[in-house]
């Protein structure tokens, strides 16, 4: 079992930036593929970005490449999310995403494991 807890959401204004983090639970965090994903109201639950076992690989959507940056700590057993130049359609529910498999599921329910979310709001 993995358990994980998100934390730095908020709210921040258009241009500005914020990092999430994601703490993990167990011994076996770097055995596990990582992710964030986001959520927007009447919206599916859709892929942002992920990073392999030993953080030597990114991959990430579209719309926030360039933007967005992956990065994980093993020791810490935290993955984390930098977002700049935060435009208002990024506004949505972001989750953490852990699973076995790289690179990530496609679909959302095939990920193994899935942390709470954590608001973030971009105001224009």
């Known amino acids: 079992q993995v358990q994980l807890v998100e934390s730095g959401g908020g709210l921040v204004q258009a241009g500005g930036s914020l990092r999430l983090s994601c703490a993990a639970s167990?011994?076996?965090?770097?055995?596990?593929?990582m992710g964030w994903f986001r959520q927007a109201p009447g919206k599916e639950r859709e892929f942002v970005a992920g990073?392999?076992?030993?953080?030597?690989?990114?991959y990430y959507a579209a719309s926030v490449k360039g933007r967005f940056t992956i990065s994980r700590d093993n020791a810490k057993n935290t993955v984390y999310l930098q977002m700049n130049s935060l435009k208002p359609e990024d506004t949505a529910v972001y989750y953490c995403?852990?699973?076995?498999?790289?690179?990530?599921?496609?679909?959302?329910?095939?990920?193994?494991?899935w942390g709470q979310g954590t608001q973030v709001t971009v105001s224009s």
């Open positions: 995403a852990a699973d076995r498999t790289y690179p990530l599921p496609g679909r959302p329910n095939e990920i193994d494991y």
């Open positions: 167990g011994r076996t965090f770097s055995s596990y593929v």
């Open positions: 990073i392999s076992w030993s953080g030597g690989g990114q």
